[in-house]
């Protein structure tokens, strides 16, 4: 049985509602049907072969972009849940935050992003809000698939005050200089413990890291050592396993106390004021320390390791080939995406590039490249 929510959690019952009006849902939550959509969305589909660091078809247990979106709403949920804040609206948020994100990860997005610099640029998280506001094509109602006002307000978790001004409600706390509620915070440090540290379970998998290496970083060395005290025995998978679980263990853990004395010390009453406040979810500052120490290990030794950057190099090229293409010849796009670029050339290219898996995209890129003429 579920625990009473807090008084500043989003209630469920008090959403700010849809774009377009629909009956309540039977037999779920506003926050459910939302994480229904999610999950059933093309979009969502679309993720599992899209990259996290490697390449869908490097190797078959790599972190995908779907596997990683799992790992953040079940981090959220848990947190959540100890926190009493309103885990579907959590679930929902982590679930859609990277359905916008290009093919080839950053790498994509990078490259997506140079090519639209004249028109307005490209940004994964105002793309995510793009997918589920317009570009999903599944209700005979409306475009995209109509979540809550605060489904939609935690996917957009930056904005430019430019483009705050062209979103209407869900635009006006970057305006304002508000906060977002506390799932959306949630969701946000969920993420950044999930790809840190699945992101090192991957590196060592490809071996493009190693124990050694990352017995440099205090908060994996610390769990190791804990790890090979308990289990002098143990190596191997088994090995790696354990030290990144006890990692994940203690950060949830110091998010769930930190965050929560943050909470008593503010005392809100109501979400208005959460909104009103500084960030209430958080490290303690030994362990956010011990956080971007890790963070700045990946970017050196993986992100930036000679093999990631060969392939990185590769996807920019394929992107920006095909953005090219077709900015040139928009006859080369298929029919729906050649009706939207009559009324915005760019982004319409743009949400047929984003909406690209790695493997398609490498696809498209040698149907309209490749020398032989089938």
Do not use: W
Not at 75 to 87: D, K, P, Q, T
Not at 224 to 234: F, N, S
Not at 284 to 291: P, R, T, V
């Amino acid at each position: 049985m579920r625990t009473k929510l807090a008084p500043y959690a989003a209630q469920s019952s008090h959403t700010r509602g849809r774009v377009f009006d629909e009956a309540p849902p039977r037999g779920r939550s506003e926050y459910q049907r939302d994480r229904d959509r999610i999950i059933h969305s093309t979009g969502f589909r679309r993720l599992e072969y899209k990259t996290q660091v490697f390449v869908n078809h490097e190797g078959d247990l790599f972190r995908t972009r779907l596997t990683h979106s799992l790992e953040v709403a079940q981090i959220g949920r848990s947190v959540a849940r100890h926190l009493n804040l309103e885990e579907d609206l959590t679930e929902a948020i982590t679930l859609a935050h990277d359905l916008g994100h290009t093919p080839f990860g950053h790498a994509g997005q990078d490259a997506l992003n140079q090519c639209m610099r004249s028109y307005g640029g490209f940004e994964h998280n105002l793309q995510s809000l793009r997918v589920v506001d317009l570009l999903e094509q599944r209700y005979a109602a409306f475009d995209g698939l109509n979540l809550t006002f605060e489904t939609r307000a935690g996917i957009l978790k930056h904005c430019s005050i430019k483009n705050a001004r062209t979103l209407g409600a869900v635009g006006e706390r970057f305006i304002h200089k508000l906060r977002p509620g506390l799932e959306a915070q949630i969701a946000n440090l969920a993420d950044e413990i999930a790809y840190n540290n699945h992101d090192v379970d991957d590196g060592l998998r490809s071996k493009l890291l190693d124990l050694d290496q990352l017995s440099s970083v205090g908060l994996f060395h610390r769990h190791l050592q804990l790890v090979l005290r308990a289990y002098p025995k143990i190596e191997g998978r088994r090995l790696i396993h354990e030290t990144i679980r006890r990692m994940i263990d203690t950060l949830v853990t110091d998010l769930i106390t930190h965050s929560a004395a943050n909470i008593k010390a503010l005392k809100p009453d109501t979400i208005e004021d959460i909104y009103q406040a500084p960030p209430l979810i958080g490290f303690s500052k030994a362990i956010q320390k011990e956080q971007a120490e890790l963070k700045q290990f990946l970017h050196k030794h993986l992100y930036r390791h000679y093999q990631v950057c060969r392939m990185s190099s590769k996807a920019r090229r394929i992107i920006s080939d095909l953005f090219q293409a077709f900015i040139e010849e928009t006859q080369l796009l298929p029919p729906e995406f050649q009706e939207r670029a009559h009324h915005d050339k760019p982004r319409a290219i743009a949400d047929y590039i984003a909406g690209m898996t790695d493997r398609y995209a490498m696809i498209e890129h040698q149907r309209l490249f490749a020398v032989e003429i089938h």
